[in-house]
């Protein structure tokens, strides 16, 4: 599944292929790319990975300089800098506090903000556009994995809803635009569902994180105090899927640059969304162990089996992907060490 990329430098035109797919495209170094939410997680995990593979031309702006809610500001914003490529991972984003908190912003935020970007970047001629959305689109008793045909056949998590409804019109956005637009004007809008992710830029507030985050930082306190426990909410055993966000930014590079007949081959003009998952899950108490090893914790974990557990299992199906020729690359041993260190040159 090896990702090839060779660059000539005096034309600035690399050579991407992937060897099961078979493709072989040029992609011109020197063409403006826009990043919408550079300096969240995901968002600055793709301009890494952009630099890296030589990118030269990547525009963004932060929240402050450009409110992406805002039409004509996103509407000047196109007019004057013509990206060719958008790479839409700007959103609110937030946990089931959050969510069940403020449950008008995140329909308002994420429905302006997509509608905004995907539009304008139409009115001034991008060609191809990733959109990221997140796997609660999936109804909460999907079959385990979720395959992406999951999508609109049952009631969605109520905690999450709108911001799923969302992140649902997101994806039929991309596929609308498609439709009516695609032959005509040559368009092609794309979107991933990332599962839960972690990694650098990461949310590590005490109230407000996601699983891994959150863990990090109780093992951290826990070894700097020496304290004798730990005590996880929940039994422990329910399992979850986890990916590091530098896969998922490779994963967003490589979808964005599949040619057309091989994106079409897994997917279909009214489901045009591909999973990018890790391919295997994991429970909450080995999750624990993991994160506890990777902390350096010596106490003992023990779990509160009063507290809720949330849904037996949460993972995505990612074989129509890995079929185009992408796989991760980063174990979880390895991104948690990676996160951790990095939770450290943060937090010292
Ligand atoms: N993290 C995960 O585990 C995960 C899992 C699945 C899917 N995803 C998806 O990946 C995407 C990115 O998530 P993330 O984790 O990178 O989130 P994040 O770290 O919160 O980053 C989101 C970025 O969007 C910006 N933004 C939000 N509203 C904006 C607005 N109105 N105008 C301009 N910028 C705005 C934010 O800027 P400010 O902070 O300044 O507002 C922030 O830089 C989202 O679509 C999310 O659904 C993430």
Known sequence: MALVFRLVEKTKIAILKVSTA???MSLDL???????????????????????????????RTHAELDLTNQAQVAKFFEQEKPKQVYLAAARVGGIYANNTFP???IYNNLMVQSNVIHQAFLSGVKRLLFLGSSCIYPQLAPQPMSEDALLTGKLEPTNEPY????????KMCESYNRQYGDLHGIDYRSVMPTNLYGPG???HPENSHVIPALIRRFHEAKVSNAPEVVIWGTGTPRREFLY??????????????DKKSYDSETHPMQSHLNVGFGADIT???????VGNAVGYQGRILFDSTKPDGAP?????SSRLNQLGWMPKVNLTEGLSKAYQEFLADHS
């Open 202 to 204: 990461d949310n590590y």
């Open 245 to 258: 966000v530098d896969d998922m930014a490779a994963a967003s590079v490589f979808v964005m640059h599949l």
């Open 284 to 290: 909450i108490a080995d999750l624990a162990k993991a």
């Open 313 to 317: 299992r949460k993972w995505m199906d």
């Open 22 to 24: 078979e493709i072989s």
């Open 164 to 171: 799923a409804i969302a992140k649902i019109a997101g994806i």
């Open 104 to 106: 008008a912003e995140f």
């Open 30 to 60: 020197n063409q403006k790319i826009y990043v919408a939410g550079h300096r969240g997680m995901v968002g600055s995990a793709i301009v890494r990975n952009l630099q890296a593979q030589g990118f030269t031309n990547i525009s963004y």
